[in-house]
């Protein structure tokens, strides 16, 4: 088997993503690009994605995103705004970029995207562990 990545075995354990079918789609140093289909069993009683779902494709973004640097990182915090609404069937894409890093510290900004349509705009701040044992 060849030597996968930190992201990339990062992502072969992360049973969550797996379960709602988030893939990785690009990665490169301070980015990530993941992807998921809306199944029937995502959306709410509107019949619009459960804006939750959509903040985990994003926040899987853009762990892998900060933890292209090769130390573990995890989240500090994050928020997001939700910009219009996805439906069953609609194929979302979230993509991640740095802005900065600073320290033990980053600042990311993902948007999630149907199409050429922004869904919804997420910021996170990164925290890099010291040495895991």
Do not use: K, W
Not at 22 to 29: D, F, S, T
Not at 50 to 79: E, K, M, R, Y
């Amino acid at each position: 088997m060849p030597h996968l990545s930190g992201v990339e075995a990062m992502m072969a354990n992360d049973e969550a993503s797996r379960g709602l079918g988030i893939e990785l789609i690009e990665q490169g140093e301070g980015r990530a690009v993941t992807r998921m289909t809306v199944r029937d069993d995502m959306v709410n009683g509107y019949a619009i994605i459960h804006g939750g779902l959509i903040f985990t494709l994003a926040d899987t973004a853009f762990a892998c995103a900060c933890n292209s640097f090769g130390p573990v990182t995890v989240a500090a915090s994050a928020d997001i705004v939700f910009i219009a609404p996805a439906r069953a069937g609609d194929v979302l894409v979230a993509e991640a970029v740095l802005r900065t890093r600073f320290g033990r510290a980053g600042l990311y900004d993902v948007t999630v995207r149907r199409g050429g349509e922004v869904i919804a705009e997420f910021r996170g701040r990164s925290h890099e562990l010291g040495p895991v044992s």
